[in-house]
């Protein structure tokens, strides 16, 4: 291999290397509330939302930033969150799991 190719190759090694890993947050969608009910994250900052339910269908809705998903019970599922904005935002079950299904909701903070 030539020195140019070795300084190019060595180049691309940093750069992969610099990418910023992304943060996986665990979150237990259960009879009823989610835990964790109160998720930080800076605004820009890339995170996995990573679901699980461990009894009966849920849901998952964001809808200050356009996310939903169902969360069905022996499956895990991941939604990726770069949050553009500040503030604090409500998420929600919005599949219908049970007599306390209306109060169940957290809380995104971006700052």
Known sequence: MSAAGAIALSSVVVLVSAKPKVRLIKVVAK???FVPGEIHLKQGETVTLQFTAPEVPMGFNLADFNLRADIVPGKVVSLE??????GTFTFLCDVFCG????EMSGTLIVT
């Open 31 to 33: 009879k009823f509330e």
């Open 81 to 86: 969150l770069t949050p553009d904005k500040t």
């Open 99 to 102: 007599t306390g299904h209306e």
